[in-house]
């Protein structure tokens, strides 16, 4: 009883921005740590990220994902069976997943050190030391080829990499971190422990950690932890995405509903825009049936059952999309109101009411955001990789509260401008 009321203490606390005390510092290898000390559940949550997503695949695309993949397939004295045994039988999880920025790996694990020692040192001999076997890298590669081959059967799937392809043109951003059929039969034994040799080192990871260890356990579990890797050197900083200029573009797919993509180039983590641009989004298609989108394309008429906007703040400039389904009998007409309530609310802004509602919902769902250490380390991991505050969760309400009218419309005119709108359209409404 004592821990529940502990943390429902925590989480009534974090909604004013006063519990959750981040501390940071850098590893003597390079690593930026961000850590929660979070005694009420004896447990620890930890990831490893590196600045190793699909934006480092180069001409083979899907590599980073592959090898980010295979770390769960054998490591160290452990094949792929013995690794599964002695996390199952220990009631460790671990998880991997690479995207467009980062790669990672992800630790559950009790606190008690006869547990905790043990998850340690599996997942220090997966960061470093990855067996890379053949056999593993053929089973690999053929779940990556089944779900390239599940994608392609998805018209929504089809519809985001042709969005994203077409927003990006020849930047690292622009292919999904599946890869394709032909880099992946490219991709060999030697292409992967070069891509680790290069990507997987001290000075390029980060990491996030909240759980029940002090401080002081905290530093020494995380030195021990990348100790095997090689000091190495940060990734180079990737490019800035250019704007493309308007255009629709279509791609026929047997359905019988077609898939209505808007898209520009967004933000980044650190943008100055970074708040009015989320809070007006939200307005505008972030917020479901009750936003614009929702309502007069949704609920007035009927022409969707769902519709929502977003946007993917990344290490440079991360996509802005609206999404909507409809019959394809309705794609062009629904495709213009989509258009026409994006142009008004560029030049319109929101109302009074408009915004006092989005800050309401906003602020108050944010102590979800920390009603767990599951997700006090999702938002710690963000704030890690992308360098943010320390304060990031403390001020994140605050600034929200600060967004004006002014400032939505002024960063939504400078930012959004609809000569660089995309539209793409997947199904059998042309």
Do not use: C
Request: glycine letters at 8%; a positive charge.
């Amino acid at each position: 009883m004592k821990r529940i009321l502990s943390l429902l203490f925590l989480l009534l606390a974090a909604g004013q921005g006063l519990a959750i005390e981040v501390q940071a510092w850098q590893t003597q290898g390079g690593a930026r740590v961000m850590y929660v000390h979070a005694p009420q559940l004896p447990m620890v949550n930890l990831r490893v990220m590196f600045d190793a997503g699909s934006a480092r695949d180069g001409g083979l695309p899907g590599q980073a994902r592959l090898l980010n993949e295979l770390l769960l397939e054998g490591a160290g004295k452990w094949d792929a069976d013995q690794l599964a045994a002695e996390l199952e039988s220990r009631g460790i999880e671990v998880s991997t997943h690479t995207g467009r920025d980062m790669a990672q790996i992800t630790l559950r694990s009790l606190s008690d050190k006869n547990i905790l020692t043990p998850a340690l040192d599996l997942l220090a001999a997966m960061l470093a030391s990855p067996r890379l076997e053949e056999d593993a890298i053929a089973r690999v590669k053929e779940r990556t080829l089944a779900s390239l081959r599940l994608a392609s059967q998805s018209a929504e799937e089809v519809a985001d990499r042709e969005m994203m392809s077409a927003l990006y043109g020849d930047h690292p951003y622009a292919h999904d971190p599946l890869g394709t059929e032909a880099a992946l039969e490219m991709t060999d034994r030697t292409v992967l422990q070069a891509f680790h040799r290069q990507f997987y080192t001290q000075a390029n990871a980060v990491v996030a950690l909240v759980g029940d260890v002090d401080r002081t356990q905290a530093e020494i579990l995380v030195e021990h932890l990348l100790a095997g890797l090689p000091v190495g050197e940060k990734a180079a900083p990737l490019p800035e995405p250019k704007p493309v200029k308007t255009r629709r573009q279509h791609k026929d797919f047997p359905a019988s509903q077609t898939h209505l993509y808007l898209g520009m180039l967004g933000i980044s983590r650190k943008d100055p825009d970074y708040f009015p641009l989320i809070v007006g989004n939200h307005i505008l298609g972030g917020s479901g049936l009750t936003s614009i989108m929702g309502e007069e394309v949704r609920n007035k008429r009927g022409l969707s059952y769902g519709i929502s906007s977003y946007f993917s703040p990344l290490r440079v400039k991360g996509p802005w999309m609206l999404k909507a389904q409809t019959k394809n009998s309705q794609a062009q007409s629904t495709l213009e109101l989509m258009t026409a309530l994006l142009r008004d609310f560029i030049d319109e802004g929101p109302t009074a009411k408009q915004l006092e509602a989005a800050k309401k919902h906003l602020t108050g769902g944010f102590p979800l955001k920390l009603s767990s250490n599951s997700k006090i380390l999702q938002q710690i991991s963000v704030m890690a990789f992308y360098d943010l505050p320390r304060d990031w969760l403390d001020t994140w309400p605050a600034r929200v509260e600060q967004v004006t009218r002014a400032q939505i419309r002024r960063a939504f005119r400078r930012r959004m401008p609809m000569k660089h709108l995309l539209q793409v359209t997947v199904g059998g409404g042309k």
